[in-house]
T-cell receptor
Framework: DAMVIQNPRYQVTQFGKPVTLSCSQT?????MYWYQQKSSQAPKLLFH???????NEADTPDNFQSRRPNTSFCFLDIRSPGLGDAAMYLC????????????????FGDGTRLSIL | AQSVTQLGSHVSVSEGALVLLRCNYS??????LFWYVQYPNQGLQLLLK??????LVKGINGFEAEFKKSETSFHLTKPSAHMSDAAEYFC???????????FGKGTRLSVIA
């Protein structure tokens, strides 16, 4: 089945040690999103790509960066994780210009839960 | 800018009882509205959406929602709760197919046997 896959599902890193989370998709969608979701909170958009066009949210910390080497893959890099960065990180995809005729606006992966020691 | 308010961070119902989760939105243009469900340690799954046309929309797992423009609401209902409905529910809004979704803070639904 076409889907959005996030690896790993659980990631533990040390305070200040760089970490990379990955997302891949088989939907051939040109838009990819990264969300941060803390416990009992709504997903918060960090950034998204339209193809290779990167769009950073104004309040996304500089500590968070992203790479999209091709349509299928997208990475989230946290350069120096702090305790406050412990969260679930969700990747989602969509087709640019989706409209009412499309089944879903965004397809989500199952997330990577990041813990900071 | 658009926004979403979900009334009640936690709702508890008995198995077989009516489920009502409230969502109000703010948007300067006609919105697209969505309900997502999230089970523990999983991503978000689309329950239903309103884009145009009929204001009462039916989704998966027996859920439905009604778009009421005059009340700026999009409440989610299910006639009879099942234990498997226990999860976190998010209401979301978008103003077009080229804008990201804006989520509400979520409502945790508990179902009591």
């Amino acid at each position: 089945d076409a889907m959005v896959i996030q690896n790993p599902r659980y990631q533990v890193t040390q305070f200040g040690k760089p970490v990379t989370l990955s997302c891949s998709q088989t939907l051939n969608h040109n838009v990819m999103y990264w969300y941060q979701q803390k416990s009992s909170q709504a997903p918060k958009l960090l950034f998204h790509y339209y193809d290779k066009d990167f769009n950073n949210e104004a309040d996304t910390p500089d500590n968070f960066q992203s790479r999209r080497p091709n349509t299928s893959f997208c990475f989230l890099d946290i350069r120096s994780p702090g305790l406050g960065d412990a969260a679930m990180y969700l990747c989602a995809t969509s087709r640019e210009g989706w409209g009412p005729e499309l089944n879903q606006p965004q397809h989500f992966g199952d997330g990577t839960r990041l813990s900071i020691l | 800018a658009q926004s979403v308010t979900q009334l009640g961070s936690h709702v508890s119902v008995s198995e077989g009882a009516l489920v009502l989760l409230r969502c109000n939105y703010s948007s300067s243009v006609p919105p697209y509205l969505f309900w997502y469900v999230q089970y523990p340690n999983q991503g978000l799954q689309l329950l239903l959406k309103y884009t145009t046309g009929a204001t009462l929309v039916k989704g998966i797992n027996g859920f439905e929602a009604e778009f009421k423009k005059s009340e700026t609401s999009f409440h989610l209902t299910k006639p009879s709760a099942h234990m498997s409905d226990a999860a976190e529910y998010f209401c979301a809004v978008a103003i077009s197919g080229n804008t990201p979704l804006v989520f509400g803070k979520g409502t945790r639904l508990s179902v009591i046997a």
